[in-house]
């Protein structure tokens, strides 16, 4: 039989102790859903405070504040849809920006053309780019 042990998993270590969930998230979190629909429109509204939170702090990104949400969605008692609704919000806004990334991509690659591929390979002593 396993025993549980005090000792923080390698996977919880790794986040950054200091960085706290923002209030914003925590203020739109403390709301009380009448429903599921309701729950989900919070858990959504949420993501919205956090990534806005994010832009006017981006110091904060990449501190492992999604997995401090995740754990605080299982240690406090949601109702059932909040968690869904942030993180399905979150895929959202994330399929947004790989797709606006895509599209910029492809605009600046349909730009450069064939003939900034010819400036190249003419200043490439081994004629290829």
Request: proline share 7%.
């Amino acid at each position: 039989m396993r025993h549980a042990s005090a000792r923080p998993s390698k996977a919880q270590s790794l986040y950054f102790p200091f960085a706290a969930i923002p209030q914003t998230v925590l203020d739109v979190l403390s709301e009380t859903p009448s429903n599921r629909k309701d729950a989900c429109r919070i858990g959504a509204d949420a993501a919205l405070a956090f990534v806005e939170a994010l832009q006017a702090s981006p110091r904060f990104a990449g501190l492992g504040l999604l997995p401090k949400i995740a754990q605080h969605f299982e240690e406090v008692s949601y109702p059932c849809g909040v968690a869904v609704g942030f993180f399905d919000q979150i895929d959202r806004l994330l399929l947004r920006g790989a797709h606006s990334d895509a599209q910029s991509a492809r605009s600046i690659i349909r730009r450069a053309g064939p003939s900034t591929q010819r400036v190249k390979e003419a200043h490439d002593p081994r004629g290829k780019a």
